[in-house]
């Protein structure tokens, strides 16, 4: 068994103690064995008479029964004092490495939240001297400030480039809609223009979400009470495939245009990849005995090998070749974990034996 650092320092502590009790007890009873022979033979030269050798009897056998009670007696106490030192020393130790456990326990909860970016905004912020220890917390959260600093300005940049791309597209789906109402305009013209519509489209889609990501990965801060089955009842449409919904209450704190935005891609992801007859979507909603509140997106569809699940919710990760030439831009289902992780939850996918996937969201209640 590997002991810890605790552990470690306790051994230290008591084995020290231990060692220097037994050389004090062992230079105690060197240094008065050492002085009786000179109290005996001061004896020896002051007595006189016929008691003289049972004297010297008596006090050899007092000088014996004298030592074996100093090292017996004061080895008991140096078992008793040595365990007590010993769970003193671990009490010093955990004292001693609180600091560290702080330290820890901080880079645990960064380690452990969903996104890479998620809790770095936290800092240790360590109290107390000046010592080696205080300088590793400090140098810890410097570096955590610039990571945050850098996440930030990454998605700074996604959401600006995605301002600054939104003009000229804009501007070139004008001057498109004006060149194909012209009466001039031939059938090469129209057929030409009404394909770069659509690439213009499939780029505002694609900027829109890029957008949106960034957006939703940021915790929410401002919150209001949302029921996800009236979301569920207002978005849970389509023309094309038959959809089927089981809302029932489902309340949660958090931004209702992102929560919208996370039922509807999965119902439009439900749609798109879909089989041509007899496909539906399946909407559920719904709390749980443990008090999170569950969203369920099931669909017909292609068979998807389970391996390929975890990447669909990668941006623009797609499978198979009918998602290639997919209207979507590929960051659906990305958005929708970003969503559910902004509000403290998550999403989770699994492939149908018969085909299509099952999207499950969970989301803390609200109070």
Do not use: C
């Amino acid at each position: 068994m590997r002991l810890t650092v605790r552990g470690r320092l306790t051994l230290v502590y008591g084995g020290l103690f231990v060692l220097a009790g037994l050389v004090l007890l062992g230079a105690t009873a060197v240094l008065f064995s050492q002085r009786l022979p000179t109290v005996l033979a001061k004896v020896d030269i002051d007595a006189s008479g016929p008691g003289v050798v049972g004297n010297q009897r008596f006090l050899t056998e007092s000088r014996d029964n004298t030592l074996a009670t100093l090292l017996s007696q004061g080895a008991i106490a140096l078992v008793v004092v040595s365990a007590a030192m010993i769970a003193l020393g671990w009490l010093v130790a955990g004292r001693m490495l609180q600091p560290l456990q702080q330290i820890t326990a901080t880079a645990r909860r960064i380690a452990d939240a969903p996104d890479a970016d998620r809790g770095l905004h936290e800092r240790i912020a360590l109290t107390g001297p000046q010592d080696e220890i205080k300088e590793l917390a400090d140098t810890f959260d410097v570096m955590l400030a610039r990571l945050d600093h850098s996440f930030d300005g990454q998605r700074r940049f996604i959401a600006s480039a995605s301002h600054e791309l939104r003009t000229p597209l804009t501007l070139n789906r004008t001057l498109l809609e004006v060149a194909l109402t012209q009466e001039a305009a031939s059938e090469e013209v129209r057929q030409l223009g009404s394909t770069l519509l659509a690439i213009n489209d499939r780029h505002g889609r694609l900027i829109d979400g890029l957008l949106l990501l960034a957006q939703s990965e940021r915790p929410v801060v401002e919150r209001s009470y949302v029921d996800l089955a009236d979301i569920v009842d207002h978005v849970a449409v389509s023309d094309t495939v038959k959809v089927l919904t089981d809302p029932k209450e489902a309340t949660v704190a958090g931004n209702p245009v992102l929560l919208e935005r996370l039922v509807q891609n999965l119902v439009e992801n439900g749609v798109r990849h879909n089989i041509e007859e007899n496909g539906w979507v399946r909407v559920r909603t719904g709390t749980r005995l443990d008090g999170w509140v569950v969203l369920e997106v099931s669909n017909s569809g292609p068979a998807i090998p389970r391996y390929e699940v975890p990447g669909l919710f990668e941006p623009f990760h797609r499978y198979g070749a009918e998602r290639l030439h997919a209207p979507g831009a590929g960051l659906g289902l990305s958005i929708v974990r970003a969503v559910a992780r902004a509000h403290g939850g998550d999403a989770r996918a699994e492939a149908r034996d018969e085909g299509g996937l099952v999207v499950t969201v969970t989301l803390p209640r609200a109070l």
